[in-house]
């Protein structure tokens, strides 16, 4: 789906202010879409929410480096 389909995109607030690496993810869908914010012309990509809430798990649990 086209990124500009989706509305309420927002950044982590560990992001920080470079812009250089950051994803932006529109939730309260029945899909979570994730996009990068460079690069916003791009369709997004779609994750389930289990999908979406493990991965989010792995990384904060230092099982994944972000």
Known sequence: MISSEY???FKSSYSGGSQAECLEVA???PDVPVRDSKATHIPALLFSHRG???FVAAVKDGHIEA
Do not use: M
């Open 7 to 9: 509305t309420g995109w």
């Open 52 to 54: 979406w809430t493990a």
């Open 27 to 29: 939730p309260g869908r």
